[in-house]
């Protein structure tokens, strides 16, 4: 069986021994006769799982006591309307930093609900970087400031938090969750789709400090109020059971294989380098992002020419090193080089590109 390296930036690769296990446990998960894909959520065994998962997030991020750990559904696209639906209760003003596509289609989104601003964009130079922000760039009275911590598409990251005082800050970490430590205390509300950097597809994890729950518009849908979800234990409908499965093998993988978030983000460090330094050096490849806001999870890269971008991907793809392909938006190429890519994966690339890059002077 021959495997790829997938540098996709979601769905994305997972690692290898998660599959495995998942795979040996397929038809007769832990001796109950059956398969995680078949069995009640409202069992002992499931119960036991979803349990497990929440536990091993809480570990892994030491959350605080006083947040929730929430499973959902519906993509982080759907976080985009329960946040205003949810949090936009005081003023009904909230202020976001745009810093890509992501950033602003929430914005859009809350818009709809809202008193609900711009405080900072980097759309003027293609979101190649983090705009820097003072605190009188927030409104004193906004109900929550929103950031996209990570930007999956332009490969941008906050190094440093906005300074919004004790404004409530709300960060989507789709792209970069559990790839590093996060001092969970400094956010109102933390969450990610988990099919960048955690499961497949169909699963959103919501860190939501407790104070905040309970002040949803009434007309909130009822799967979107937090309040519910969080007094159900995120059983208040059938939950994606199976991904909540991979999700806790997952969270098992990193705490066995790196023991914890500082280990996984040298790892993770230690792969971005080889990269950046390859890109750093080339005459043919360039990073398209300022270095001091360099994401760890998604590397975009340019040649300049269109024609020998598209020529990489070709090459690329065919000797096993796929969904190089940048986004639409952007051009060239991207590697998201998420926890579970191998640093032999990045090594890999990184010869390729030194190969192609001799080959095509
Ligand atoms: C992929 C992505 C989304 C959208 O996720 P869906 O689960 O497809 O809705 C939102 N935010 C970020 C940062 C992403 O990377």
Redesign the pocket.
């Known amino acids: 069986m021959a495997r790829v390296y997938n540098f996709s930036a979601?769905p994305s690769t997972l690692p290898v021994s998660v599959l495995e296990k998942a795979g040996a446990e397929i038809l007769d998960y832990q001796g109950c006769g059956q398969s995680v894909m078949e069995m009640s959520h409202r069992s002992k065994v499931f119960d036991d799982i979803i349990k497990d998962a929440e536990k091993l997030m809480r570990e892994l991020y030491k959350v605080p006591d006083n947040y929730k750990v929430l499973f959902l559904q519906g993509?982080?696209?759907?976080q985009f309307s329960a946040i205003p639906l949810n949090f936009m209760n005081g003023s009904g003003k909230a202020d976001y930093i745009i810093t890509g596509q992501?950033a602003k289609k929430a914005y859009q989104e809350a818009q709809k609900y809202g008193d609900v601003v711009a405080a900072a964009s980097s759309a003027d130079k293609t979101f190649s970087y983090i705009p820097k922000t003072k605190a009188e760039d927030f409104r004193e009275d906004a109900d929550y400031v929103y950031i996209?911590y990570?930007?999956?598409i332009y490969g941008t990251k906050f190094n440093e938090l906005p300074p919004v005082g004790d404004k409530v800050l709300i960060a989507?970490v789709?792209?970069c969750a559990l790839s590093e430590p996060l001092d969970i205390s400094k956010f109102g509300v933390v969450y990610f789709?988990a099919?960048?950097n955690v499961a497949p597809?169909g699963l959103?994890v919501a860190i939501i400090r407790e104070d905040l729950l309970g002040n949803a518009r009434d007309i909130t849908p009822v799967m979107m109020n937090y309040k519910v979800q969080a007094d159900a234990d995120s059983l208040y409908n059938t939950p994606p059971c199976w991904v909540i499965y991979i999700c806790k093998l997952v969270l098992e993988w990193i705490k066995e294989t790196y023991g914890d978030l500082e280990g996984m983000k040298a790892y993770n460090e230690k792969k971005a380098k080889v990269l950046y330094d390859f890109l750093d050096s080339s005459e043919m490849f360039k990073g398209t992002v300022v270095p001091e806001d360099r994401s760890l999870m998604n590397v975009p890269f340019v040649t300049g020419d269109a024609d020998l971008d598209a020529k990489f991907v070709k090459e690329s793809t065919e000797a096993g090193l796929v969904n190089l392909k940048g986004h639409r938006t952007v051009g060239g190429m991207r590697a998201s080089i998420y926890n579970a890519m191998p640093y032999e994966g990045v090594e890999k690339l990184v010869e390729f590109m030194k190969e192609f890059e001799a080959k095509n002077k």
């Open positions: 979601g993509g982080a696209s759907a992501w996209c990570n930007n999956t989507d789709s792209s789709g099919q960048k597809a959103v």
